[in-house]
T-cell receptor, first 115, second 113 residues
Framework: NAGVTQTPKFQVLKTGQSMTLQCAQD?????MYWYRQDPGMGLRLIYY???????DKGEVPNGYNVSRLNKREFSLRLESAAPSQTSVYFC??????????????FGPGTRLLVL | AQSVTQPDIHITVSEGASLELRCNYS??????LFWYVQSPGQGLQLLLK??????LVQGIKGFEAEFKRSQSSFNLRKPSVHWSDAAEYFCAVLDFGNEKLTFGTGTRLTIIP
């Protein structure tokens, strides 16, 4: 039982390049989330998926797209990376999109540097 | 919209001393509140959560937090810190309507021998 896994752990991109951050969970959770963490800003929600086949925007969605491939996997895509997207990205999952007492479980993060 | 304020960006305490990290929230109804800890280079780990009932909540690693509705606060406490407690601590509130977590900006805890 690995929990929430993320790949890659670290990535350097040039401005304009594209890449996909991968996230998978093995806890049979319905909901999955992508956050970015920047110094002094805490964690901010980019996108989330309440269930397989659904996605919705969070607080800072611009410049990103997501895909809920199946119940286990939720990917985040940067189509044209910008220096402002340099950040640490965290994926999280929680048991149920309908529950009120859910706890989110976090992956180890992906550190992205855009030059 | 809900919000969370952690007024202390950085706190330094001596090993063995007591600790209190402050968290104030803004939310229109009874909040669901969380404290997470992030060790250097790691993801976030849940310390404790408050949903209802007893306003003093016990968590892992000897931490506790007290919900005070009158002060809109959910402060985290530990009676005696250990060097391994050095980390960043985040308070968060769950929005019932969209089930999203809103995080505070975090408090970095440094432990000195």
């Amino acid at each position: 039982n690995a929990g929430v896994t993320q790949t890659p752990k670290f990535q350097v991109l040039k401005t304009g390049q594209s890449m996909t951050l991968q996230c998978a969970q093995d806890m049979n959770h319905n909901s999955m989330y992508w956050y970015r963490q920047d110094p002094g800003m805490g964690l901010r929600l980019i996108y989330y998926s309440a269930s397989e086949g659904t996605t919705d925007k969070g607080e800072v969605p611009n410049g990103y797209n997501v895909s809920r491939l199946n119940k286990r996997e939720f990917s985040l895509r940067l189509e044209s990376a910008a220096p402002s997207q340099t950040s640490v990205y965290f994926c999280a999952s929680s048991p149920s999109g309908g529950a009120r007492q859910e706890t989110q479980y976090f992956g180890p993060g992906t550190r992205l540097l855009v030059l | 919209a809900q919000s969370v304020t952690q007024p202390d960006i950085h706190i330094t305490v001596s090993e063995g001393a007591s600790l209190e990290l402050r968290c104030n929230y803004s939310y229109g109804a009874t909040p669901y509140l969380f404290w997470y800890v992030q060790s250097p280079g790691q993801g976030l780990q849940l310390l404790l959560k408050y949903f209802s009932g007893d306003t003093l909540v016990q968590g892992i690693k000897g931490f506790e937090a007290e919900f005070k509705r009158s002060q809109s606060s959910f402060n985290l406490r530990k009676p005696s810190v250990h060097w391994s407690d050095a980390a960043e601590y985040f308070c968060a509130v769950l929005d019932f309507g969209n089930e999203k977590l809103t995080f505070g900006t975090g408090t970095r805890l440094t432990i000195i021998p």
